[in-house]
């Protein structure tokens, strides 16, 4: 099997995924980061890498759009290890009209447009705990907006006429950051999504609009040629732009990739596969984790971690039935419920480690310990306990929940067992279905939909947005307090107790001392229960692909193969 790449043709894709967003100030989902790796750049980014049993190697940010990684040696960290100046690299070029160089003021802009209220940042506390004047920024921004019209216009000028006051682009090459502490996971929080710059066209736009899609530019190897307005059909063609010798991470070897969004089972893709007729699978749920089959060059099954996936979340603003899930009886009698082994047995079938989860930091992230507030024998659930919870809580005769559901065979699966456990111990669930865009990009997100009651009971996953030194990456973005349009505090769980520890943990150098202090993190979150956790579910392992697929190289924090850096063979169409 030749090693030396092809250049050319179309890489398929068929699937049930979908894009939360594509504008990269909202995008927080894996499926959308999968395209997201090739349409943009980013301060610093992870290397693919064909064996994730190495964490130095997988899990270590190396520079994208930074010429540099800095260090207190070149000038680029200060000696309290509080100033951190990043100089960027020069030819990276948007596919504008004309062409031109990404500058550091395109950096601040799409810094700045992360709180817009129309469609924010899901990770924004990554920002506001970290950056000198960050939050002041956000809290004035929402302020800016209450009871006005959030149109491109009045975004842009607030964006224009207030500034960060920790973060200042000194030249069209420079940016300076200024931290409120020292933060060893700095560039972990640089390597994400959020950090991708922004041109200036994009003040013309509603963020994430379909105007926006239509009119987004491209500073990665790829630019999006093709979106349909129902998300049922993405093409990606080369960047004509893009200069292999100013990106050291991705690559084009491949002509275009075509997504189409289908529902067929997991089965019928892997024939397809087989049969030649599609390349991959789109998105991480509809692919087989099976092994790969003989002759496959996919990368060594290896698990760099374990996202918390799946877990029930309570909408603890709805008013339905009296306020029902906002009720700490409630949330336990379904905790007490919930069969966690035949949910893991469900999801057996796609061939991934998954062990019971009894708290909200799952293995492999910092915090984690096995410790277990509600306890039922072998994890199968408590129906008589379940239904003693109900009674004290005053719904002794039952009660219905609205449960959103993703209409995905596999997730339809889990939601009909959760349904199951309910029904026994008399909660019934009205279904409102939605796709996976729509589940993530707006019937959770919204905090308006929320107080609305347009749910009660839901059933998303959160997978560590880094591993290795991630004491922040499960607790910022799902518990602390976050109201804002794109959050990923679904619920709306707000606790100044829990606010408060996330910020010493944040605060505190000691490795020792701060992973204690995000462990009490837990335990505070568990003691007010906003999720029940169901469990560690494998973040990553080799995909099934099909066989003319070369060079399988995984991204662990996008869960999937970096299609930047695959080739195919024959390249025919």
């Known amino acids: 099997m030749s090693s030396t790449p092809r250049f050319g043709g179309t890489l398929r894709l068929v699937g049930p995924g979908g894009v939360d967003h594509i504008d990269t100030a909202s995008a927080y989902y894996a499926t959308s980061a999968q395209i997201l790796r090739a349409l943009t750049r980013q301060l610093f980014a992870y290397p693919a890498s064909a064996d994730l049993s190495d964490p130095a190697a997988a899990f270590t940010p190396a520079p994208d759009l930074a010429a540099e990684v800095p260090t207190a040696e070149n000038g680029g960290i200060s000696a309290d290890r509080r100033t951190y100046t990043i100089r960027l690299r020069d030819g990276v070029r948007w596919n504008s009209t004309p062409p031109r160089e990404v500058t550091a003021q395109d950096v601040v802009r799409g810094l700045k447009r992360l709180p817009n209220p129309v469609s924010g940042a899901g990770a924004l506390h990554y920002f506001t705990s970290t950056i000198v004047g960050f939050r002041e920024f956000c809290d004035a921004y929402r302020a800016a907006f209450e009871g006005?019209?959030?149109?491109?216009?009045?975004?842009?000028?607030?964006?224009?006429?207030?500034?960060?006051?920790?973060?200042?682009?000194?030249?069209?090459?420079?940016?300076?950051?200024?931290?409120?502490?020292?933060?060893?996971?700095?560039?972990?929080?640089?390597?994400?999504?959020?950090?991708?710059?922004?041109?200036?066209?994009?003040?013309?736009?509603?963020?994430?609009?379909?105007?926006?899609?239509?009119?987004?530019?491209?500073?990665?190897?790829?630019?999006?040629?093709?979106?349909?307005?129902?998300?049922?059909?993405?093409?990606?063609?080369?960047?004509?732009?893009w200069r292999a010798d100013t990106d050291p991470i991705r690559n084009q070897y491949v002509a275009r990739i075509a997504i189409t969004v289908g529902r067929e089972p997991v089965a019928v893709t892997q024939r397809k596969m087989d049969a030649g007729e599609i390349d991959l699978a789109w998105s991480y749920t509809a692919v087989s984790w099976a092994r790969p089959k003989a002759g496959q060059d996919a990368a060594p099954r290896s698990y760099?971690?374990?996202?918390?996936?799946?877990?029930?979340?309570?909408?603890?603003?709805?008013?339905?039935?009296?306020?029902?899930?906002?009720?700490?009886?409630?949330?336990?009698?379904?905790?007490?419920?919930?069969?966690?082994?035949?949910?893991?047995?469900?999801?057996?079938?796609?061939?991934?480690?998954?062990?019971?989860?009894?708290?909200?930091?799952?293995?492999?992230?910092?915090?984690?310990?096995?410790?277990?507030?509600?306890?039922?024998?072998?994890?199968?659930?408590?129906?008589?306990?379940?239904?003693?919870?109900?009674?004290?809580?005053?719904?002794?005769?039952?009660?219905?929940?609205?449960?959103?559901?993703?209409?995905?065979?596999?997730?339809?699966?889990?939601?009909?067992s959760v349904a199951a456990d309910l029904a026994a111990i008399g909660i019934g669930l009205e279904w409102r279905k939605f796709t996976q865009a729509e589940y993530y990009g707006s019937a959770l997100s919204d905090p308006e939909a929320g107080r609305r009651g347009d749910w009660d009971i839901a059933e998303p996953g959160f997978t560590p947005d880094w591993f290795g030194n991630n004491g922040r990456v499960i607790v910022q973005p799902l518990f602390q307090t976050?109201?804002?349009?794109?959050?990923?505090?679904?619920?709306?769980?707000?606790?100044?107790?829990?606010?408060?520890?996330?910020?010493?943990?944040?605060?505190?150098?000691?490795?020792?001392?701060?992973?204690?202090?995000?462990?009490?993190?837990?335990?505070?979150?568990?003691?007010?229960?906003?999720i029940v956790p169901i469990l560690n579910f494998a973040a990553m392992t080799s995909r099934y692909h099909g066989k003319r697929v070369r060079n399988a190289v995984h991204v662990p924090q996008i869960e999937f193969f970096d299609m930047t850096n695959l080739w195919l063979d024959p390249p025919e169409d």
């Open 148 to 241: 006005r019209a959030a149109t491109p216009a009045a975004m842009a000028e607030f964006q224009d006429s207030h500034d960060i006051a920790g973060l200042t682009a000194v030249d069209d090459k420079t940016l300076v950051f200024r931290l409120l502490q020292p933060a060893n996971d700095f560039l972990n929080i640089l390597a994400t999504g959020f950090t991708t710059p922004a041109p200036a066209e994009y003040d013309a736009h509603v963020p994430d609009s379909p105007e926006f899609r239509r009119n987004t530019l491209s500073c990665g190897p790829y630019r999006l040629a093709e979106h349909a307005d129902d998300g049922s059909r993405l093409l990606l063609e080369r960047n004509p732009e």
């Open 304 to 416: 760099p971690g374990f996202a918390l996936n799946p877990y029930l979340v309570f909408n603890l603003r709805s008013p339905n039935q009296r306020g029902a899930v906002g009720k700490i009886g409630v949330r336990k009698a379904i905790a007490h419920a919930v069969d966690k082994v035949a949910i893991g047995e469900i999801l057996d079938d796609l061939d991934a480690p998954n062990t019971p989860l009894r708290s909200v930091i799952p293995v492999g992230s910092i915090g984690h310990r096995d410790f277990n507030p509600y306890p039922t024998p072998d994890d199968r659930g408590d129906p008589a306990k379940a239904r003693a919870f109900l009674e004290e809580a005053g719904y002794g005769d039952g009660l219905s929940l609205i449960a959103a559901v993703r209409d995905i065979g596999i997730h339809l699966k889990v939601m009909e």
């Open 482 to 530: 976050n109201d804002a349009p794109g959050t990923t505090n679904y619920g709306g769980y707000s606790s100044p107790v829990v606010d408060a520890l996330i910020e010493q943990a944040l605060q505190e150098p000691e490795p020792a001392k701060a992973e204690e202090l995000w462990h009490q993190v837990d335990v505070e979150v568990m003691k007010d229960l906003p």
